[in-house]
């Protein structure tokens, strides 16, 4: 079973600090990496996509990608009270055909004014 | 900006009774899915849909579950026989052109119960 892994938190984070969530994937043929946000009771919201290895930034969030090590991680700089809610990491994971998106379980996190 | 629909955002069926979920994906997106999340637990994968046909699904989508692109727009997950277990938040989700046909954006849910 190819599995992805995140701490489920909550991750508690005072207001303007930065949040560090992190992101283990079995698959090591995995090539697409995604970042979702959830807040409660609503559905995925993209927050930004990954390929390669290395850094990418989009706005106050990193995305790293580190395939050899098979982990991805989301920095939230300058954390706002209105970015507490579950990161959800995506894996396209291999199959006999297409691929398809796994999710893990998702970090809580509580930002604190 | 374009987005998912779903409707309706809720459905309360009997045990043992037909359900269709309905999505309308962005328009000129091509690839189609349905995940469900069951309350508390993680969003799991269901089916994908691409060129009239399911391209993958998972072992939850078994034979009780269907899909259909009935028309240019609409995109339906058929639950023959619902049972307890199927009570969810079930989403659609939809992605563009074979460049960027990974990035999924995804509608606001159906949550169905099951009593």
């Known amino acids: 079973q190819k599995e992805v892994e995140q701490n489920s938190g909550p991750l508690s984070v005072p207001e303007g600090a930065i949040a560090s969530l992190n992101c283990t994937y079995s698959?090591?043929?995995?090539?697409?990496f995604f970042w979702y946000r959830q807040y409660s009771g609503k559905s995925p919201e993209l927050i930004m996509s990954?390929?390669?290895?290395g850094d990418k930034e989009d706005g106050r969030f990193t995305a790293q990608l580190n395939k050899a090590s098979q982990y991805v991680s989301l920095l939230i700089r300058d954390s706002q009270p209105s970015d507490s809610a579950t990161y959800l990491c995506?894996?396209?994971?291999?199959?006999?055909?297409?691929?398809?998106?796994?999710f893990g379980a998702g970090t809580q996190v509580v930002v604190t004014p | 900006e374009p987005e998912v629909t779903q409707t309706p955002s809720h459905q309360v069926t009997q045990m043992g009774q037909e359900v269709i979920l309905r999505c309308v994906p962005i328009s000129n997106h091509l690839y189609f899915y349905w995940y469900r999340q069951i309350l508390g637990q993680k969003v799991e994968f269901l089916v994908s849909?691409?060129?009239?046909?399911?391209?993958?699904k998972s072992e939850i989508f078994d034979d009780q579950f269907s899909v259909e692109r009935p028309d240019g727009s609409n995109f339906t997950l058929k639950i023959r026989s619902t049972k307890l277990e199927d009570s969810a938040m079930y989403f659609c989700?939809?992605?563009?052109?074979?460049?960027?046909?990974?990035?999924?954006?995804f509608g606001p849910g159906t949550r169905l119960t099951v009593l």
């Open positions: 698959d090591r043929g995995s090539q697409s």
């Open positions: 989700a939809s992605s563009g052109d074979r460049a960027s046909y990974n990035e999924q954006f």
């Open positions: 995506a894996v396209i994971v291999a199959t006999d055909s297409w691929g398809k998106f796994q």
């Open positions: 990954i390929y390669s290895n």
């Open positions: 849909f691409y060129n009239n046909e399911i391209s993958e």
